[in-house]
């Protein structure tokens, strides 16, 4: 078997619905297969893969592992030569798979590859390429300046070697993430794909960012405002720092004080809720229970002539495909003031974020 998709899924059911149903469309010309393991999600995840999947091997843990361990059951059961390691809430092109084995095939110590990651707005992920954190970046990081955090020295459409790449999308043969041993059950979430990623780089192989094809990812990094997301996020990095570099006293300090101002402040995201001036739907004929659950007139644009800014664009994902949709939601996002929810193919919800903080909503009808 060519490629093993691995999905990790907790509490995410409607997003890994959509997902699943892009990467169907995604190997469905490969020799590959799709390994979801659930940590234990209180919601109907497990019944809905099943139901809607029943070519989808279905791991269910009997409790939360976290990130790494989690990942690490499903590899174990993995049959493809090269992984994909993706997160519940992305959605992939048809084309993203074949072009990352076309790249991927010939290259000599191959590590791992990411791609071009956007949020639900459009916006470019700069989590996507990453150098490696040494301290004075992640510092620099932690009061907001994450200039030398990000690698920019590979245009976000370009192809070049990157150190770190992020854990939401994760492509490489099963022998390498097999040496590294998987992911470092030490780390429940967050810093576990710096470390592989590093451990990966310190081994000699190369690690490539691939900006040629494009994936969204609902979830973007999240704030550092947040305060359990710091918490998290910094308490990672210094795992990741007692394990590969000395032990930093300045930037144990300098966290631990960081994560008490953000306490203090109870600092919130800035911005208000959109108003939506109309809603917009991307698809060839009119949905009826579209207009009843949203309560408003719906307009029908198939050809997009008629956007403006503050609409909502709902695209069907039964009159397009997911690369236009992708290409779509990129395109518009930077050009236009507008958000976006998808129509999965045979659903009765539509989904979508209109920002990296939040996973966004789904409404659903009967």
Known sequence: MKLSVVILNYNVRYFLELCLKSVQDAIRNLDAEIIVVDNDSEDDSCSMVRELFPNVVLIQNKENFGFSKGNNIAVKEAKGEFLCILNPDTVVAEDTFEKLLQFSENKNRLGIVGCK????????????????????????????????????????????????????????????????????????????????????????????????????????????????????????????????????????????????MIYILRLKPKGKPKKVSQYVFVSKEESVSLKRVLKKNVVLDYNMKHIKANDEVIIDANALKYKRIISIIEKLGTQKNVTFKILPKKSNYIIGSDNAINRGEVLKWD
Not at 197 to 210: E, L, Q, R
Request: net charge positive; no cysteine.
């Open 117 to 260: 990651l956007i949020n639900g707005v459009g916006k470019f992920l700069p989590e996507s390429k990453r150098n490696i954190p040494y301290v004075k970046a992640a510092l620099l990081k932690l009061i907001g300046n994450s200039n030398s955090y990000y690698a920019k020295h590979i245009e976000e459409e370009g192809v070049g070697e990157v150190d770190i790449l992020v854990g939401a999308f994760m492509f490489m043969r099963k022998v390498v993430y097999q040496e590294m041993n998987g992911f470092d059950e030490d780390y429940f979430m967050y810093g576990e794909d710096i470390d592989l990623s590093y451990k990966v780089f310190k081994s000699g192989y190369s690690n490539y960012y691939f900006g040629e094809t494009t994936v969204i990812h609902y979830k973007g990094e999240s704030t550092l405002k947040d305060q359990n997301y710091a918490r998290r996020f910094y308490g990672a990095m210094q795992i990741f720092y007692r394990k590969h570099f000395k032990k930093n006293i300045l930037f144990d300090l300098l966290v631990w004080l960081g994560i008490k």
